[in-house]
């Protein structure tokens, strides 16, 4: 049952790998802005002047411009490559977690029948307060504590610890069950 520090060691080089491809793609976004606006330059000087070039100096200028804009544009499916490659490696990761997930459920749910159910349960009640904002905190402080009001009775003195028990599925009592 060393699902999770398997899993933990299979992902430990994807971050380091994440952030190659994304400097690597970051750094090919910077090399095109750069190329486009120098070819913005050039297009306008190109259509300025225009009028005043000859037919072949024309066309020899314009397929420079456009080869250079084709550049631009395999660039960018490149950097578009590492993004879709950069997805499916994440992707192949979360698929492993959804199959090891799901032999722990199996494992568990061998040792304990309806256990996931529960355990599941219970991780969404506690997850509940702290999806929707607090009206109890202020300014990111824990609220002080409440008075205990003397009429509660603690889990040590009345039969608390049977209770809780009973409320957490285990039907035999404490005290039955010890003598």
């Known amino acids: 049952m060393l699902y999770l520090e398997d899993y933990l060691e299979m992902i430990e080089h994807l971050p380091i790998e994440l952030r190659d491809r994304f400097t690597e793609m970051r750094e090919i976004d910077l090399g095109v802005e750069n190329t486009v ?3 913005q330059d050039r297009q306008k000087t190109f259509f300025a002047g225009a009028a005043a070039m000859n037919t072949s100096e024309r066309e020899e200028q314009y397929t420079v411009i456009r ?3 084709m550049k631009v544009v395999e660039e960018s499916k490149e950097k578009i490559q590492i993004a879709e490659e950069s997805y499916g ?3 192949r990761y979360l698929r492993k977690l959804d199959q090891e997930l ?3 459920q199996l494992e568990l ?4 029948r309806g256990i996931t159910e529960i355990l ?4 969404l009640e506690l997850d509940a307060p702290a999806s929707r904002p607090s009206s109890f905190l202020k ?3 824990a609220p002080k504590k409440l008075k205990i009001q003397p009429h509660h009775t603690t889990i040590a003195h009345g039969g608390g610890m049977e209770r809780v028990v009973g409320r ?3 039907g035999t009592s404490l005290s039955g069950s010890i003598g």
Do not use: I, P
């Open 37 to 39: 606006d120098s070819l």
């Open 89 to 91: 490696l994440v992707d």
């Open 120 to 123: 599941e349960k219970r991780s």
């Open 109 to 112: 749910e061998a040792d304990n």
């Open 102 to 104: 799901h032999k722990f």
């Open 168 to 170: 957490m599925g285990g």
């Open 139 to 141: 300014e990111n402080r």
């Open 67 to 69: 080869k250079d804009y």
